[in-house]
């Protein structure tokens, strides 16, 4: 098998890297960069650092701080306007993954145009797109180095996943000391997304030995510190360690693929607007359950990553251990379901038949072990309610 393997040309990672932030862009003969982020960024002082960081280096960046989370059609107007009033040269992304998927959004339609429907899955976007500089700030998405991004359809509110190397960001400036201040519910979320991402590359039918190591890796390295940062976001180590995994994850699952629990959580987002790492974490348990028969072997891997089980143990036990250390894991971090969540049970039902539909429309479930059909998805979703 030939793996297609993309990363970003450059990446900064460790403490202080932000302030590197300028001379990367210099590096890439750049100087108009369109910031993309969020009030919150910007109303905690971290916008203004980082665009102060560019311009002490003879840049000229300009300010978007309007995206929304779960980033739609119609958000990304306004970001449109502003990279063309700008005259931008490349956008950088800072933030979590919707400030940076807004960025690799904006970079493809200012230059190609278009609605973003037109870029969704199963089309592959190849580009022209300007470069994009992620600038990550919570420890999850690993969208810094990924070739997707995902944009929800203001008119039929599906979620949709837009893939290619149009969307892989030139460059990644990952820097932990930008996630000290996430507080316990985004850090277990954007954990359990990491670890989402780390599970599903390795057990993905796409899954190369390129992406196997990175993906096992990041999984240890969250199964040892998640808790940890999660009880105590000043632990430095715990969220370096973290930082870390989420990037790697990030890389694997970009190299590789997702699968159902991204597949079945891009709908809940969309109509119920739950976070996206919180979504799969919702997910990830039973969804885990139901695939595990169709790889022992690979989610055995995963347990024994995660400490969940023993080199001893056999595959099909290991296996198992790792369904129960993901509802353990849940439990630990509060995860809510969705009914505890406060979603009405009677949405839910009306609109399951349509999330299993674009769930599998967006071609993730394929790459499962398991592949499902639409009556299972809904019977998962059902299943996950309460």
């Not at 979590?96 to 278009?114: E, N, R, T």
């Not at 949405?347 to 071609?363: C, D, F, I, V, Y």
Request: aromatic letters at 4%.
């Amino acid at each position: 098998m030939v793996a297609d393997l993309a990363l970003p040309r450059i990446m900064r990672v460790g403490c202080g890297a932000a302030a590197e932030l300028g001379d990367v862009v210099k590096e890439l003969g750049l100087s108009r960069p369109l910031v993309v982020t969020d009030a919150f960024l910007v109303g905690n002082g971290a916008a203004r650092r980082l665009t102060e960081t560019l311009t002490a280096s003879g840049l000229r960046p300009r300010l978007f701080a309007d995206t929304v989370p779960d980033p739609t059609t119609d958000s990304l107007a306004a970001g449109l306007k502003a990279l063309h009033e700008h005259e931008a040269d490349s956008v950088i992304g800072f933030g979590g993954g919707s400030p940076m998927d807004s960025a690799k959004a904006l970079a493809l339609l200012g230059v190609q145009g278009g609605r973003m429907r037109d870029y969704k899955a199963p089309r592959v976007n190849h580009g022209p797109a300007l470069p994009v500089i992620a600038v990550p700030t919570t420890a999850g998405s690993g969208s810094e180095a990924t070739r997707f991004t995902v944009i929800t359809d203001s008119e039929t509110d599906e979620k949709m996943l837009c893939p290619g190397p149009a969307f892989l960001p030139i460059a990644a400036v990952v820097d932990v000391e930008l996630t000290m201040s996430m507080p316990p519910r985004l850090t277990a979320d954007t954990g359990i997304d990491a670890l989402t991402h780390a599970v599903e590359a390795y057990v993905s039918r796409k899954a190369n030995p390129f992406s196997d190591g990175l993906a096992l890796t990041a999984i240890a390295t969250i199964g040892r510190y998640l808790r940890r940062a999660y009880a105590n976001g000043a632990d430095t180590e715990a969220r370096e360690a973290m930082m870390l995994a989420a990037t790697q994850a990030g890389i694997a699952f970009s190299n590789s693929s997702v699968a159902l629990v991204h597949g079945m959580s891009r709908p809940i987002g969309a109509h119920f607007h739950v976070a996206h790492g919180l979504s799969n974490a919702m997910l990830f348990p039973t969804v885990t359950a139901f695939s595990v028969h169709a790889a022992p072997a690979r989610y055995a891997d995963c347990a024994r990553a995660l400490g969940a089980a023993t080199a001893t143990d056999p595959d099909a036990t290991a296996a198992d251990k790792l369904v129960d250390a993901l509802r353990t894991l849940c439990l630990d971090l509060h995860v809510p379901t969705p009914r505890a969540y406060g979603i009405p049970r009677d949405a839910w039902t009306r609109l399951t038949p349509l999330m299993a539909t674009q769930a599998l429309a967006s071609g993730s479930p394929a790459n499962n072990p398991a592949v499902p059909t639409a009556p299972e998805i809904e019977e998962l979703y059902t299943r996950i309610y309460a």
